[in-house]
C-alpha cells in the first residue's frame, strides 16, 4: 500500500539556523509533491509544489528537492525564525488532483 | 479574495446523533475536498467532488457518512450516526484555475463526539 513518512520526532532548532524535514514514500509514482504548513487550530496553508521533472525549487528561504529514485523529498527552511514554527505537512498526488498527506513533522524554532 | 469558509468551528455531541458540517469553497473553485483530521494525523481525503459531481469517495465511510454538493457551490458532509471515533478536525479544501493542484483549506470543524 502507499506510505507516506515524515520525520517522527519533532525538530528543535535555533533561529538562523537551517531546518530540514524529511519525505519519503513508498509505492507511489506522483507527479508532483508538496508541502503544506499547519499551524494549531488552522488549515494547512499551501507553500511549494514540486514536479517530478523537477530536482528542486525555491521560494524566498524555502527549498524543495524531489528524488524519485529514492522516493525522496527534502524541504529546507533557511535563516529560520521563532515565526516559522508550525508543523509541516508533505502531500502526493495519487489521482486527480487528489493529496495524500502524511503526518507532519512538528517544527520548532528558538530565539 | 475570500478564502474557504466552514461552519460550524466546533460541535460537541453525544455518539449515535448526528451533525452537518458545511463548507462554501473560493468563488469559481470546480473542485472540493472533505478531509477528516485525527489529533496527530495528517488530512485524510473522504471525498472529492468536481462541480457537482463525485470524483473520489473511497474512503469515505458511506454507512455513516453522507456529501453532497448542489449546484457545484457549497458543500454540506453530513455524520449519522456519529461513534466516538469520528472525533477530529473536518477540513475542506478547494482548487481551481489555472493552480488547479494547489489546494486551500478552510479553517475546519472540530467535532467532540462524547
Known amino acids: 500500500s502507499q506510505k507516506i513518512e515524515q520525520n517522527s520526532e519533532a525538530l528543535n532548532i535555533q533561529e538562523g539556523k537551517t531546518a530540514t524535514l524529511t519525505c519519503n514514500y513508498t509505492?507511489?509514482?506522483?507527479?508532483?509533491l508538496q508541502w503544506y504548513r499547519q499551524d494549531p487550530g488552522r488549515g494547512p496553508v499551501f507553500l511549494l509544489l514540486?514536479?517530478?521533472?523537477?530536482k528542486e525549487k525555491r521560494k524566498e528561504r524555502l527549498k524543495v528537492t524531489f528524488d524519485t529514485t529514492l522516493k525522496q523529498s527534502l524541504f529546507h527552511i533557511t535563516a529560520s525564525q521563532p515565526a516559522d514554527s508550525a508543523t509541516y505537512l508533505c502531500?502526493?498526488?495519487?489521482?486527480?488532483?487528489?493529496?495524500?498527506f502524511g503526518k507532519g513533522t512538528s517544527l520548532l524554532v528558538t530565539p | 479574495e475570500a478564502g474557504v469558509a466552514q461552519s460550524p468551528r466546533y460541535k460537541i455531541i453525544e455518539k449515535r446523533q448526528s451533525v452537518a458540517f458545511w463548507c462554501n469553497p473560493i468563488?469559481?473553485?470546480?473542485?472540493l475536498y472533505w478531509y477528516q483530521q485525527i489529533l496527530g494525523q495528517g488530512p485524510k481525503l473522504l471525498i472529492q467532488?468536481?462541480?457537482?459531481?463525485?470524483?473520489?469517495d473511497s474512503q469515505l465511510p458511506k454507512d455513516r457518512f453522507s456529501a453532497e454538493r448542489l449546484k457545484g457551490v457549497d458543500s454540506t458532509l453530513k455524520i449519522q450516526p456519529a461513534k466516538l471515533e469520528d472525533s477530529a478536525v473536518y477540513l475542506c479544501?478547494?482548487?481551481?484555475?489555472?493552480?488547479?493542484?494547489?489546494?486551500?483549506f478552510g479553517p475546519g470543524t472540530r467535532l467532540l463526539v462524547l
Open positions: 479544501a478547494s482548487s481551481g484555475g489555472p493552480s488547479e493542484e494547489t489546494q486551500y
Open positions: 509505492n507511489y509514482s506522483p507527479a508532483y
Open positions: 514540486i514536479r517530478e521533472n523537477e
Open positions: 502531500a502526493l498526488e495519487y489521482s486527480g488532483y487528489a493529496l495524500n
Open positions: 468563488s469559481g473553485h470546480a473542485t
Open positions: 467532488f468536481q462541480n457537482n459531481g463525485v470524483v473520489d
